[in-house]
């Protein structure tokens, strides 16, 4: 089953739209059916496309996340898999769930506490240089769940001076998210002298500070589906890829999209991850044979790139250079009605009901916007910013890579680092390896190639 985030499973549509394609010049416009004013977001001058949904999603007035701080639910308790009969009776109980809690979504972490974190604990455990301290990030923790699960696992399992010398340091920019995970992980006295929570943008490198040369691991769980993306567009197959950015039309409400030519830094540097210059040139064997069917059926190109994912990484290699990471998120999302190659998904919830629209600025505040991530894609831009992976490199160079990298599906993560019986059903179902088809998870650690 493919799982989307903005209903859980039980409601999940079976019927895919097909996506309208537009005839685009150099403005295009689209109407919008959402209740605030566009002057929200988008002011006089144009902005780049990932500015435009950065605000949507997090603008402190009127963005999706700052309207609605209960749009992630916590459980009041865990589920007892065990218990349940099989999928029918777990798929009432969620609904029950969700309709006490009135929120848009349950994570995963969330669904199967403590046995989501105690993977992942167990994955660090088996993986981490346990003769120095162990450090861990976690980005966007949520209501602190996932911290407290770990800490939890780590302080039964690993060895007394592991425990003693963790550090657990959460990156929330929410107030009030940082607020509740201090309240989660202080339930267990002994975890509130080894956590503590910064409020700020991990993507942000001043934030940081100088360089931490010691090894640490950062958590990402379901972060990268909310981080801003750019558009690139082409008129044709032929036709040069141009920078999309947001502008109101002159005397009108109504938001049109202006075409550029790329000059932004991080929307060149995934290109060129990318290869999609040398792909536009001609200059690949696959690129030839696609320009003569082109030349027959020529077609306008829209492309979402992870421009916020790749500044994050960007960030991150920079300040913690021998970090290990852990991300997990959706490979694919059902239903997508936004055009592009790895278009998101835009949804609203109308009277309990899920609504999606079919442009992301239909979405001012009242609908959460997000992305499948392309894990090939992840990795390349991971060993990009390693330094190993770089697009004008000798590629003779017998330099090794500073990275070794691993992508999993969630079911396969779990067989190997959870306990899979913990989440079964009576009769055999399991929700966390049947349901979440569509999760992978990435790990990450350094090489010691330095060069």
Known sequence: MAIRRSVFPGYLSSLFHSSKVISCGTLLPLQSSASFSTHHFVGDTPMLVRDFIHAALYDPKHGYFSQRSRSVGVLESSINFNKLEGQKAYMQLLDKVYKQNEVSWFTPVELFKPWYAHGIAESILRTANLSVPLKIYEIGGGSGTCAKGIMDYLKLNAPTRVYNSLTYISIEISSSLAKKQMETVGEVQSHSSRFRVECRDAANRSGWGEADQQP???????????????????????????????????????????????????????????????????????????????????????????????????????????????????SYLPDVTVPGERAPLVSSKRDGKSFDHKSYMDAKGDADIFFPTDFWLLERMDHHCSGWLKPDQDKSSKKGKKRRTLTLDTSSFMEEFGLPSKTRTKDGYNPLLDDFKNTKIYLSVPTHNTK
């Open 216 to 330: 640490c691991w950062v958590i990402m769980l379901e972060v990268l589906d909310n981080l801003p993306h750019d558009i690139i567009y082409s008129r044709d197959q032929f036709s040069p890829w141009m920078e999309v950015w947001v502008e109101k039309q002159a005397e009108r409400s109504e938001l049109c999209e202006l075409y550029k030519p790329v000059e932004d830094r991080l929307i060149s540097s995934c290109m060129e991850i990318l290869d999609l210059e040398k792909e536009s040139d001609g200059r690949t064997s696959a690129s030839l044979v696609r320009n003569v069917w082109a030349k027959v059926f020529p077609k306008p190109r829209r492309c979402w790139l992870p421009t916020g994912c790749l500044k994050l990484l960007e960030v991150l290699h920079g300040a913690l250079p021998k970090m290990s990471l852990i991300a997990s998120d959706f």
